[in-house]
């Protein structure tokens, strides 16, 4: 489980850096462009026969940086999306597997007809996380689905994704933590139950 956990942070990570770093980098030549015809431009700022102002350069500047983002992000529009799919589909998973676990173990305990004073306090603890868990996987599906480089805003969207990320990675460590005291639980009893027989057969 920490090993799948670490490597959504770290798929989030990248998932950041692909869009903001990656945009960074192809806007850096029109960046030095722009700073260079801004130094051959100099000499001629002095006179008034040069139409073009300082304000001029830079509303250019940033529809040239703007546009070189979007090209960046849309070189990796699929790769994002499909990471985003991925992530989505292992949490549901995580999920899915916390809750055979526990059910099993819940059906072993009633089987056994064995009696755990906190059972009902372990089991309302697995219920309450598994549903936050459920919720923050929902939330991940339906981020997953909506990223497009067209959007109003991209970076902003990653940004709100990888927060539901986080989210996500918090409420599947809760969940795992309800479903293993369950089992710890449960195993105690039967521990102690099987010493006891022991030590009776021995008399």
Known sequence: MRKHLHKFGLVGTALAFAVVSGSTVLALPAQASV???????????????????????????????????LKACQNREQAITNIMARIADRGQKQVTLFGTIATRTETFYVTKGKTLSTYSSLVSDVTTTQAAAQTAVDAIKSDSAGFSCNGSDPKGFVNSFQVSLRAEISALQAYRTAVKNLIVGVKSVQSTTTTSNTTGGNQ
Not at 35 to 62: D, F, K
Not at 64 to 69: E, K, V, Y
Request: charged share 15%.
């Open 35 to 69: 700073q260079a015809q801004s130094g051959n431009m100099a000499p001629a700022a002095t006179s008034n026969t040069n139409p073009t102002t300082p304000a001029t350069v830079r509303t250019e500047t940033r529809t040239r940086l703007a546009s070189g983002r």
